[in-house]
């Protein structure tokens, strides 16, 4: 079997997951997810996380193949959700003997979820545990993305095993470090595994990359996707603007329409911006677009636009899923416009507006509210609304 290390006697374990239709069954997965586990092997071998109960089988031929009828002494559970846990106990039936080693958060989670509650070591930030030439510090970033989460940063080779951050959708087909892989396909997976796992936690993923600021880092080795190795600097930047709510020119146009009329407005505001040269407009259909890729651009672009037709005195229910979801990750700092269309009685318009007294983004013009279908005097409302939309972003980004 051919071992794949980050350096010396650290190996990477990783398993690549082409089935799983969903992750955490939401999140579609059209290029499927890695599972990564490492292990060091050193005067004490070390796992540092395992990987999902259905690849329990194949990550026991990697570990054997690699140490052979050498036990097992520690594993470090960074994350104790199930896709990093989920061959826990297979684990220990394996290696009887094996220290369990986390936070104060990790084992009370252990406990509830597999029953585990003995050879534990509890370490707190900055700890170390040394395996012989190799020595690992210990780093909590509660909240990226549950609150046990934690960081190992081995100090010899200088690799930072990151847990979920810095991770992305995507199997390993070929490459498993950043050199070895065309990184723009990747970019795209990176950043929506980002905005839709990590996300809601920007300010708790800022805090954490002030608190790993000064270690020297010469890779980072997560929990899902690529082993970032000649592209640290990148994902770095790309984690400090995420986190911090940093756009690029750009709109977001979301609508939902049940005969076309809300859609047409759609399709006018998206035209008329692109003869004010906003080039980057990314118009989407809530009822067929996944939640997951409208929330990764709203993570790129400033201005967003939404439209709703109204659906029982209400918001299309499309729609108002999307709006729910912005709500709940508190995405910050957007330009708000908003659009919709109604039949024999309004609901779409008037529900966006209390979302946007909700999400206190700034509002560009007045909502336009059409009933049936677009006619002359309305769409110069919609022109109006995405030349508004359009001198804003000039004024902010020239």
Known sequence: MHKVNLKDDIYFLGVNDRRTALFENFWPLPNGVTYNSYLIVDEKVCLIDTVDRKFTDEYFEKIDDIIGDRQVD??????????????????????????????????????????????????????????????????????????????????????????????????????????????????????????????????????????????????????????????????????????????????????????????????????????RGIKNVRTFDASKTHISYIICDLFKYKGVIIGSCAYNNEMFPAVENVVREIAHKGIKNHLLGLFGSYSWNGGGVKNLEKFSEEIKWEVVNPSVEEKGSLKSDKYEEIKALANAMADKLDELYG
């Open 74 to 275: 520690y594993l470090v559970i960074n994350h104790v959700e199930p896709d990093h846990s989920g061959s826990l106990i297979a684990l220990r039936q394996k290696y009887p003997e094996i220290v369990l080693v986390g936070n104060k958060k990790t084992f009370p989670m252990i406990e509830n979820f597999y029953g585990i509650s003995e050879k534990t070591v509890t370490v707190e930030d900055g700890a170390e545990l040394d395996l012989g030439k190799h020595k690992l510090t210990f780093y909590t970033i509660p909240m990226v993305h549950w609150p046990e989460s934690m960081v190992t940063y081995e100090t010899t080779s200088q690799i930072l095993f990151s847990n979920d951050a810095f991770g992305s959708f995507g199997t390993l087909d070929s490459g498993i470090f950043d050199d070895e892989v065309n990184l723009r396909y990747f970019e795209e997976e990176v950043m929506r595994y980002f905005t839709n796992i990590v996300g809601k936690y920007c300010p708790h993923t800022s805090k954490a990359l002030a608190k790993l600021e000064g270690l020297e880092i010469k890779q980072i080795a997560p929990s899902h996707g690529l082993i970032w190795k000649s592209q640290v600097a990148w994902i770095l930047e790309k984690y400090q603007k995420w986190s911090s709510y940093t756009t690029e020119k750009g709109v977001v146009i979301i609508f939902g329409s049940m005969y076309g009329n809300t859609e047409k407005m759609a399709d006018a505001i998206g035209r008329q911006l692109a003869v």
